[in-house]
């Protein structure tokens, strides 16, 4: 049986990356929904009929968990699937956990698209966190595009991001966080334009982690290819190359 991830893109094989490092020897299913990205930009209602589409298409392959590998989808999806379907759904959520417990009473950029940043999930965990005073939303809905199109360095992205974090008093910040799975690409150009005291954290290893709680890992010790689809078309594995490749030289 496999593991299902789906992304409204690129952003998901951020934790896909990370899942073929804890669990090199499951069977994997990526499902992009490029032809329908951004969701950040959406209507809540419109992103749930998306991802009940993928949903439905990818539950017609014999799975062991699915991942929503995207905060936007979880945001507005996660509680509802859960009721509909019997196999462990996983869903991301902003690392602003362990952002807010750092020995520290300086505030946390939370980064996101703008959808996440409205929803009511994101707002009850900062409530319960009893966080509202040390996290400030931020949305960087531009760099889903831009990851979409392998555009992690180029001068038009770090223009973008010069121009989004130019108010910022950084002296007031001591971590930022990274609530959208497209945005783990930008760490590099981050690290060379914001201050280095500050921690970027996301939330894609203990994503994987609480994964692996939930599942019996398989038994053989031999990886197997992953079976990719965009927008429910199989594609070839040289289409998602490009960004294993840097995700393995910037991580």
């Keep these: 049986m496999k593991i299902a991830f789906f ?26 929904d490029s032809d ?6 959406k209507s809540s209602a419109w992103i749930e009929a998306l991802v009940y589409q993928a949903v439905d298409f990818l539950n017609k392959h014999p799975l062991k968990a699915l991942v929503l590998a995207c905060n936007t989808a979880t945001s507005v999806a996660v509680k509802q699937l859960r009721r509909e379907y019997d196999i462990p759904i996983i869903g991301m959520e902003p690392a602003i956990k362990p952002a807010v417990e750092r020995p520290t009473t300086q505030k946390t ?31 960087l809905q531009e760099l889903v595009m831009y990851a979409e ?6 001068s038009k992205v ?9 108010e910022i008093d950084w002296s007031e910040f001591d971590s930022m966080v990274l609530g ?21 954290l996301d939330g894609n ?5 609480h994964l692996k709680s939930r599942i019996e890992l398989n038994g ?3 990886k197997k290819p992953i079976e990719f689809f965009v927008s429910k078309k199989k594609v070839r594995a040289k289409r998602f190359q490009p960004y294993f490749d840097y995700l393995e030289e910037i991580l």
Aim: aromatic share 12%; net charge positive.
């Design 7 to 32: 992304d409204s893109g690129m952003g998901g094989l951020t934790v896909l990356h990370e899942a073929l490092r804890q669990m090199p020897y499951e069977e994997y299913i990526y499902f992009a």
């Design 36 to 41: 329908n990205a951004p969701y950040g930009t």
């Design 109 to 139: 950029l939370l980064c996101a698209t703008t959808k996440t940043l409205e929803e009511e999930k994101l707002q009850n965990l900062i409530l319960n966190l009893n966080a509202e005073s040390r996290v400030v939303r931020f949305s």
């Design 149 to 154: 199109h392998l555009e992690f360095e180029n």
């Design 158 to 166: 770090e223009a973008y991001l010069k121009a989004q974090f130019k």
């Design 180 to 200: 959208c799975t497209h945005f783990p690409y930008f760490k590099k150009l981050f690290k060379k334009l914001i201050p280095s005291h500050i921690h970027i």
């Design 205 to 209: 290893e203990g994503t994987v982690r």
């Design 220 to 222: 053989h010790k031999r």
